[in-house]
C-alpha cells in the first residue's frame, strides 16, 4: 500500500519481488483526490460538491466498480464545464484512470485488510526515524540499513528465532 507517489508506484510495479503483491492505493489520498474533483465539478465549498464527494467516497468503499463509477459521474458532469475546472478535473480524472486498478477498497475491507497506510506511515517514524534521527547520530547508507533491519527483528518479536539462525550459520561457516 502507496499513496499515490508516481515514483512508489513505477518503483513497486518494476520490481520482480512486489509481482505477487496485491496492491492498493492509500484510501485517504484516494479521498482527497476525489474532493478535489468534487470541487473541480462543482465549485468549492458547494452543497452539490459535497453530496457528489460522499455518494462517490461510499462507493468507493462499498462497490467493487467504485472507481469506474467515479470516472464515469466525472465524464458525466464535466461536459459544460468552464475550462479553468475542466483543467482540474483533467488532473482528477488523471488519477484515477492511472490508479483504478489499484482502488478495490470494497474487496479489501470485505477481507478485514486495511485500506489507509496510517499504521506503515507510524511504523515507519517509530522504527525509522526515531532510532536514526537521534542527536547526534550519523549514519552512512550501509551502517544504517544494518540498524534498521536488526531493529525490525527486534520491534517484531522475532530477534530470538533471528539469533539462532545468525549462530547456527556463524558454526556451519
Known amino acids: 500500500m502507496c499513496d499515490g507517489q508516481r515514483s512508489l508506484w513505477s518503483y513497486a510495479e518494476k520490481t520482480s519481488i512486489y509481482d505477487d503483491y496485491e496492491k492498493l ?3 485517504y489520498h484516494t479521498t482527497e483526490h476525489l474532493s478535489k474533483a468534487g470541487e473541480a465539478l462543482f465549485g468549492k465549498s458547494n452543497d452539490s460538491s459535497n453530496v457528489w464527494y460522499n455518494k462517490y467516497r461510499k462507493k468507493l468503499l462499498e462497490d467493487s466498480d467504485g472507481a469506474e463509477s467515479v470516472l464515469r459521474s466525472m465524464a458525466y458532469y464535466s ?5 479553468s475546472r475542466q483543467e482540474k478535473l483533467a488532473v482528477e480524472i488523471t488519477y484515477f484512470m492511472r ?5 478495490h477498497y470494497a474487496d ?5 485488510l486495511p485500506i489507509g497506510s496510517g499504521p506503515v506511515e507510524a511504523a515507519c517514524k517509530s522504527i ?8 547526534g547520530m550519523r549514519w552512512n547508507r550501509n551502517g544504517g540499513q544494518r540498524i534498521l533491519h536488526l531493529r ?3 520491534k517484531s518479536n522475532r530477534w530470538d528465532a533471528f539469533w539462532k539462525q ?8
Open 25 to 27: 492505493i492509500d484510501f
Open 79 to 83: 461536459r459544460n464545464l468552464p475550462k
Open 99 to 103: 490508479n483504478q486498478d489499484k482502488m
Open 108 to 112: 479489501f475491507l470485505a477481507r478485514d
Open 128 to 135: 525509522v526515524k526515531t532510532r536514526l534521527g537521534r542527536s
Open 152 to 154: 525490525c527483528f527486534v
Open 166 to 173: 545468525y549462530i547456527q550459520l556463524k558454526r556451519s561457516a
